[in-house]
């Protein structure tokens, strides 16, 4: 089992980046795949990024062009760099881990989330 835990959310104006941390324990993220999900209020969780074991990597449509998800198994992190933010990225975002392929992914276990608000 892998417990998780994100840093880096906050208040940031349109156009403005941030850089979003997850630290896992309890497992290696080696062995997961790993990914960030979002959820606005009164939408559904969505899939932003996954990246899988191996580095292989797959983005949402809506920001494939303006975030980044890279992992570090020697330090058991996933980071999420958002540039370019805008209002519509405001949502709590969630990292998590699961040991389905990324073509399919599915989240197995879940952190307790961080709030990105985009406003000005």
């Known amino acids: 089992q892998v417990q998780l835990v994100e840093s880096g959310g906050g208040l940031v104006q349109p156009g403005g980046s941030l850089r979003l941390s997850c630290v896992a324990s309890g497992s290696s993220i080696s062995s997961y795949t790993m990914g960030w999900h979002r959820q606005a209020p009164g939408n559904q969780r969505e899939l932003v990024a996954a990246?899988?074991?191996?580095?292989?990597?797959k983005y949402a449509d809506s920001v494939a062009d303006r975030f980044t998800v890279s992992r570090d198994n020697a330090k058991n992190m996933v980071y999420l760099q958002m540039n370019n933010l805008k209002p519509e990225d405001t949502a709590d975002y969630y990292c998590?881990?699961?040991?389905?392929?990324?073509?399919?992914?599915?989240?197995?276990?879940w952190g307790q989330g961080t709030q990105v608000t985009v406003s000005s």
């Open positions: 990246i899988s074991r191996g580095g292989s990597i």
């Open positions: 998590n881990a699961g040991t389905s392929r990324l073509y399919n992914y599915n989240a197995d276990y």
